[in-house]
C-alpha cells in the first residue's frame, strides 16, 4: 500500500518561513491535501490539489508538490500556527485514502 | 453553514458492536461522498471508509473490512458506521468527513470517541 512520510517534528521562530515536507514514491502523480489540527480540535483543510487554499485560509499558507516530495510551507509564522500538520491522498491502486504520520510544528 | 453532529461513541467491551451516526445539514448531502476517519488517543488520522453519494459504492481500510459497515440515509441526512466485532485497537475518535469532490476532506465533525475495553 502506498505510504506517505512526514517528518514528526519541524520547529520555527515566529516570523520566519515553516517547510513541511510529505514524501511518498512518485507523488507529484497524486493530489496531495493538507490539514492543520490544533489539540483537542478536528482538523481543518488548508491545502488541496497540491497548492489551492480554502477561502478563509491565510496567502501565508502554500503548497508544491514535485517528484517524490511535496511540501506544506507556512511563511511569516506566527504562533496560532502551532499545531499538527496532515498530508493525504487518494491511492487509486487501492482506492484507499492514506494519511501522512503527521508533523507537530513547534513555534519557538 | 455545514454541519456534522456524531454520535453514538461509548464504552464497549471486546468483541461488542455498537453503531455511530452523523447528522449532516446546511448543504446537499445526496451529491457529496462521505467518509469516516478515526484517531486513536495521542497518534496521527487514519481513514476507516468512504460511501458513494448514492450509496452504491462503498470502500474500508484493511484493519476494519468485514468488520464495520458504512451506510447513509439520504433522506434523513444521515451517515452511519456499524461496527462489529471491536478490538482494542479500535478506540479512537471517529470523525464523519464530508468529501470536498476529489478524495480530500473540506468538513469535518467534533468526533465521537469509542472505547473498547474489558
Known amino acids: 500500500s502506498y505510504v506517505l512520510t512526514q517528518p514528526p517534528s519541524v520547529s520555527v521562530a515566529p516570523g520566519k518561513t515553516a517547510g513541511i515536507t510529505c514524501g511518498g514514491n512518485?507523488?507529484?502523480?497524486?493530489?496531495v491535501h493538507w490539514y492543520q489540527q490544533k489539540p483537542g480540535q478536528a482538523p481543518v483543510l488548508v491545502i488541496y490539489?497540491?497548492?489551492d487554499r480554502p477561502s478563509g485560509i491565510p496567502e501565508r499558507f502554500s503548497g508544491s508538490n514535485s517528484g517524490n516530495t511535496a511540501t506544506l510551507t507556512i511563511s511569516t509564522v506566527e504562533a496560532g500556527d502551532e499545531a499538527d500538520y496532515y498530508c493525504?491522498?487518494?491511492?487509486?491502486?487501492?482506492?484507499?485514502?492514506?494519511f501522512g504520520g503527521g508533523t507537530k510544528l513547534t513555534v519557538l | 453553514e455545514v454541519q456534522l453532529v456524531e454520535s453514538g461513541g461509548a464504552l464497549v467491551q471486546p468483541g461488542g458492536s455498537l453503531r455511530l451516526s452523523c447528522a449532516a445539514s446546511?448543504?446537499?448531502?445526496?451529491?457529496?461522498?462521505m467518509h469516516w476517519v478515526r484517531q486513536a488517543p495521542g497518534k496521527g488520522l487514519v481513514w476507516v471508509s468512504r460511501?458513494?453519494?448514492?450509496?452504491?459504492?462503498?470502500n474500508y481500510a484493511d484493519s476494519v473490512k468485514g468488520r464495520f459497515t458504512i451506510s447513509r440515509d439520504n433522506a434523513k441526512n444521515t451517515l452511519y458506521l456499524q461496527m462489529t466485532s471491536l478490538r482494542a485497537e479500535d478506540t479512537a475518535v471517529y470523525f464523519c468527513?464530508?468529501?470536498?469532490?476529489?478524495?480530500?476532506?473540506?468538513?469535518w465533525g467534533q468526533g465521537t470517541l469509542v472505547t473498547v475495553s474489558s
Open positions: 468527513v464530508r468529501d470536498g469532490g476529489a478524495d480530500f476532506f473540506d468538513n
Open positions: 446546511g448543504f446537499t448531502f445526496i451529491s457529496h461522498w
Open positions: 460511501i458513494k453519494s448514492d450509496g452504491t459504492i462503498t
Open positions: 512518485n507523488i507529484e502523480t497524486k493530489s
Open positions: 490539489y497540491d497548492s
Open positions: 493525504q491522498v487518494w491511492d487509486r491502486s487501492s482506492d484507499h485514502v492514506v
